[in-house]
Nanobody, 119 residues
Framework: QVQLVESGGGLVQAGGSLRLSCEAS????????MAWYRQAPGKQRELVAA???????NYADSVKGRFTISRDNAKNTVALQMNSLKPEDTAVYYC?????????????WGQGTQVTVSS
């Protein structure tokens, strides 16, 4: 099977930075689109940033210019560098990936990592 494991969340003051990482492991042939989503209390999960296998990126308007998504195809990882954090960025952040596995194709989620930004 395939697992996505996030790390790097925590508590930070407004204006600060955090870097989230996600590593995919298991019976992987190829990782296609990878993305970060977030879900704040009482709100729907939303796309934060996405990156294709070729490196094309797109961002939610609310994070453009502050967040940067990157990936390392050799290590099966995706990262989210978050700068100039705001209290409204507080949420559980989830890694997501489209995976061509050894036997099947699927979409997978990580367990989530909490990001809390204090004012």
């Amino acid at each position: 099977q395939v697992q996505l494991v996030e790390s790097g969340g925590g508590l930070v003051q407004a204006g600060g930075s955090l870097r989230l990482s996600c590593e995919a492991s298991g019976r992987i042939r190829r990782l296609n689109n990878m993305a970060w989503y977030r879900q704040a209390p009482g709100k729907q999960r939303e796309l934060v940033a996405a990156i294709t296998s070729g490196g094309s990126r797109n961002y939610a308007d609310s994070v453009k210019g502050r967040f940067t998504i990157s990936r390392d195809n050799a290590k099966n990882t995706v990262a989210l560098q978050m700068n100039s954090l705001k209290p409204e960025d507080t949420a559980v952040y989830y890694c997501n990936a489209d995976v061509q596995g050894i036997l099947a194709y699927g979409n997978y989620w990580g367990q989530g990592t909490q990001v809390t930004v204090s004012s």
